[in-house]
């Protein structure tokens, strides 16, 4: 009897968080654990590490769970069959699941059909029973971003904190992922506390050093993120990361109107010319450089090579929040074919698709990239008109409130291309409330005052641009 209850229910071993997983080897779940370290410290190949860890044991469900499972951050269409056959070797499997397992391979599988909302709710689900499966926490917490799921970011962390210590393996990761859905809610003092607290364990943590380039950005202290990160640079530099948290150093820069420091970090650290390059680089060097055009300064030849980097993904239709970095490579390159097969095909795709994507493509995607389009064409009353009614959507699309600030820069200048002055000066008073020592914020009041004529106000405020390049 003892012999046949054993092979009906397997071995169950724990992982190091005491998480059940349902093979009974521990180096197959120690190769996980190094696994999932490389993915949350943005450094390795993770992917690499499990395949040799499935090389040796291809019936370890929870491998093929991860390697499905970390592919869907990708959000690319190159690793999509990859991921499917993840999936598949793990379901093949799946008698042997435990109910941890299963609620993985259910969250990926909605995934895979395109219910992104719905794999958050099964990871979720994961998580309620599991709070120490550090995984779903990463994966569930990442989807959040990628969806613009801000209150949520925050939420699925504060659920399970309290029953986490230092004493548990990981504690520094959680604290980050905690302090960056702070941040996203503007608690930016408890974030800081938070990343600063991961810091102590862990130095080297990409992801707690993102969330304080983060409260730095958005409290305005341009001067003091510049520092931090450039004091750190050697702990995040190495990291699979690095290539964003430059573009959060660059944005300090752009904002003081440092625009050789801006362009030295792009040409040193962004440019993807030499690079095989990935989506998540290049779309942080796009946003870089429309910034930069946004503010009159030329970017050379520079759009043309990022813009060859996006044009094979021009109809890929996947994620909304590529769609319009794209967008901004082909109209900044004057790309009129790649930017009407982009067009044509997120119509295309609205006519008949009803996955998550949908949402995020109807009523953000595109009419951003149409507004680029009208921006580029100088048509900009058009622009205002297609940005200013989505302006309180713009979480929609995904990211951060650092990244979607692209569309309300964009508005604000395109208002004061229209010439519709009244307007500007009402979108540059917002933006100098929420960051009074924004550069480019007093230099919009400016221009807004000048345009209406009050010279004397425009001079006061670029007065108070000069103050804080003074400072």
Not at 158 to 187: C, H, K, M, Q, T
Not at 273 to 292: F, I, P, Q, T
Not at 357 to 370: D, K, Q, S, V, Y
Request: aromatic share 10%.
């Amino acid at each position: 009897m003892a012999g046949s209850e054993a092979l009906k229910f397997p071995v169950c071993l724990r992982d190091v968080r005491g998480v059940p997983v349902s093979y009974a080897d521990h180096g197959a779940i120690d190769g996980l654990e190094r696994a999932v370290i490389m993915s949350l410290t943005f450094r390795g190949d993770a992917i690499a590490e499990i395949d040799t860890v499935l090389a040796e044991h291809p019936d370890f469900i929870m491998g093929w769970l991860f390697k499905a499972g970390w592919l869907t951050q990708a959000m690319e269409t190159r690793i999509y069959d990859v991921m499917l056959e993840s999936l598949g070797q793990a379901e093949r499997r799946m008698a042997s699941a435990n109910d941890r397992e299963r609620g993985h391979f259910e969250a990926i599988k909605a995934w895979v059909d395109g219910d992104f909302f719905g794999a958050v709710q099964k990871w979720e689900a994961v998580l309620t029973t599991y709070p120490m499966d550090l995984l779903a926490l990463e994966l569930v917490h990442y989807t959040m971003v990628l969806l613009g799921d801000v209150q949520g970011q925050r939420d699925v962390v504060a659920r399970v904190f309290n029953l986490w210590d230092e004493d548990i393996p990981g504690y520094e990761f959680v604290l980050g992922f905690y302090s960056f859905g702070l941040e996203e809610n503007r608690d930016f003092s408890r974030a800081e506390d938070m990343a600063l607290q991961a810091l102590s364990i862990r130095p080297d943590n990409p992801y707690a050093i993102h969330t304080v380039s983060h409260v730095m950005e958005m409290r305005g202290h341009q001067a003091g993120g510049i520092r931090f990160m450039k004091d750190r640079a050697g702990l995040w530099g190495t990291s699979n990361f690095a290539n964003h948290l430059w573009w959060h150093t660059g944005l300090y820069h752009l904002d003081l109107e440092q625009y050789d420091q801006v362009y030295n970090i792009f040409d040193t650290q962004l440019d993807s010319r030499n690079k095989e390059g990935h989506r998540y680089e290049e779309l942080d060097a796009a946003a870089l450089l429309w910034r930069m055009n946004l503010v009159g300064q030329d970017s050379g030849d520079r759009w043309t090579h990022l813009a060859n980097k996006w044009e094979p993904a021009a109809q890929d239709t996947l994620y909304a929040f590529n769609d319009v970095h794209a967008m901004l490579t082909f109209v900044s390159d004057d790309r009129k074919d790649a930017q009407k097969a982009l067009l044509t095909a997120n119509e295309r795709y609205l006519e008949s698709a009803s996955d998550a994507n949908t949402a995020m493509t109807r009523e953000i995607g595109l009419p951003f990239c149409l507004a680029m389009r009208d921006f580029k064409d100088e048509n900009y009353a058009s622009c205002v008109e297609r940005l200013l009614p989505v302006r309180y959507m713009t979480h929609r699309l995904g990211g951060s409130y650092a990244q979607r600030d692209i569309i309300g820069w964009t508005l604000l200048e395109a208002a004061l291309r229209a010439r519709n002055f009244d307007l500007a000066l009402a979108l540059a008073n917002e933006r100098t409330g929420v960051k009074p020592t924004s550069v480019q914020n007093w230099r919009a009041v400016a221009r807004a005052f000048k345009g209406l004529g009050d010279h004397s106000n425009a001079d006061r405020a670029t007065a108070k641009a000069q103050a804080v390049i003074a400072s």
